[in-house]
């Protein structure tokens, strides 16, 4: 199991904890648009750091969006696993023509 993987089952079992004794279980309480809100201020704070050409807090801030990400996932009952069979599916296919069969 890699470590997002690890991060993953344990935002997933956070979901049931008790707000008071978990920063994950806070943000979950707080609902799915919450969740989206924090992973779009870490975003933001990657790209900065991007732009910056900063490489240590690119890779601090890249760690924030992936744990924010798991979380928001988390908020809509979206797993790590459907994201990688969609990935998945995706393999192998030109970008252009995936970008094309998408539905709008």
């Given at each position: 199991m890699?470590?997002?993987?690890?991060?993953?089952?344990?935002?997933?079992?956070?979901?049931?904890?008790?707000?008071?004794?978990?920063?994950?279980?806070?943000l979950?309480?707080?609902?799915?648009e919450?969740?989206?809100?924090k992973?779009?201020?870490?975003?933001?704070?990657?790209?900065?750091?991007?732009?910056?050409?900063?490489?240590?807090?690119?890779?601090?801030?890249?760690?924030?969006?992936?744990?924010?990400?798991?979380?928001?996932?988390a908020?809509?009952?979206v797993?790590?696993?459907?994201?990688?069979?969609?990935?998945?599916?995706?393999?192998?296919?030109s970008?252009?023509?995936?970008?094309?069969?998408?539905?709008?």
């Amino acid at each position: 199991m890699t470590a997002l993987e690890r991060l993953a089952a344990t935002v997933e079992a956070r979901k049931g904890a008790d707000p008071e004794t978990s920063w994950t279980a806070k943000l979950l309480a707080k609902g799915p648009e919450k969740c989206a809100e924090k992973f779009g201020e870490e975003a933001v704070e990657a790209i900065v750091a991007a732009a910056k050409g900063d490489r240590d807090s690119l890779t601090a801030e890249a760690a924030d969006v992936l744990y924010h990400l798991l979380v928001m996932l988390a908020a809509q009952d979206v797993t790590l696993a459907d994201v990688l069979t969609e990935l998945e599916r995706r393999e192998g296919t030109s970008g252009l023509t995936e970008k094309a069969s998408r539905r709008t």
